[in-house]
């Protein structure tokens, strides 16, 4: 299997706290990566009432006013986080989870927390990072949802949970499993949610194959609920999940998908 490279990683940047905490995340794997990172902050179209539509430049002005203080805002964003750390800062204008998708075409890994806002923000992913996972080709790492859980500071990656289905994404999670666990020395955990008879020599098999080393569990049951309590139960520090690539409109964020990175004690990767 080829070495894991990634040389660039995408964090979308919205000054939220929640951005805050998915820069540690950017910053501790771009150090073990020696990545590059690229903030992108997207600002959407101004709108402007009837009243005001018709005075020359004035949407120009205003558009010209937020990119002016945007860009300087992001100047200094999170740069004790990212010393040392090749950073290029970039302000686009659009919907934000468009411009999101489009920067990520050219990069290795996308970081994003996954809060929303308001009064579902425990019950929803936000919506930008919901359109970026259902959507993005890359691999997308979303920090906790709940903000009751565990700072990020203290995150390294000690225990990796790869919970595979055997479809088309399992040798991929596999492969990301077994890289990591080697560059942060991680004790893995191998999670398949069935009842099949050959479940178990099947998931040994893969292991096997991605020439892993890890304890392999398989379990019955609902998916996202088993891999959520099992993440609890080993100390996950990292859950690495497929998310398919089913066709229509569930397209590559099945629901199972979704509710393990609502509902996951810890970041997760999804391939």
């Given amino acids: 299997m080829p070495a894991l490279s990634i040389t660039k990683i995408l964090l979308p940047v919205d000054f939220s706290a929640k951005a805050d905490e998915a820069v540690l995340y950017a910053a501790s794997l771009a150090r073990r990566f020696n990545s590059e990172v690229i903030l992108?902050?997207?600002?959407?179209?101004?709108?402007?009432?009837?009243?005001?539509?018709e005075l020359p430049g004035y949407l120009e002005g205003i558009a010209q006013a937020r990119q002016e203080s945007a860009r300087a805002r992001l100047e200094h964003f999170a740069t004790s986080d990212?010393?040392?750390?090749?950073?290029v800062r970039k302000v686009a204008q659009g919907h934000p989870a468009d411009e999101i998708l489009a920067e990520a075409e050219h990069v290795d890994l996308v970081v994003m927390p996954t809060q929303g806002h308001g009064r579902l923000r425990e019950f929803l992913i936000g919506s930008v990072t919901a359109k970026v996972l259902h959507d993005c080709h890359r691999p997308v790492l979303t920090g906790i949802h709940l903000a009751a859980s565990s700072s990020p500071q203290a995150w390294q990656a000690g225990h990796v949970l790869c919970a595979i289905?055997?479809?088309?994404?399992s040798e991929q999670v596999l492969g990301w499993g077994a890289h990591l666990a080697s560059e942060f020395g991680s004790q893995v955990t191998v999670l398949h949610v069935g009842s099949a008879p050959d479940a178990t020599e099947r998931l040994t098999q893969a292991v096997n194959k991605a020439g892993l080393k890890a304890a392999t569990l398989?379990?019955?049951?609902?998916a996202h609920a088993v891999v959520t309590a099992t993440a609890k139960k080993v100390g996950a520090e990292l859950v690495i999940i497929g998310r398919g690539s089913t066709p229509g409109a569930l397209g590559r964020l099945r629901a199972q998908a979704y509710e393990i990175v609502r509902k996951s004690p810890c970041p997760v990767l999804s391939v």
Avoid: N, S
Avoid at 82 to 87: D, K, L, N, Q
Avoid at 165 to 169: I, V
């Fill in 165 to 169: 289905d055997f479809g088309p994404e």
């Fill in 40 to 53: 992108l902050h997207v600002l959407e179209p101004p709108h402007a009432d009837f009243a005001v539509v």
């Fill in 82 to 87: 990212f010393a040392g750390i090749p950073v």
């Fill in 218 to 222: 398989v379990i019955p049951g609902e």
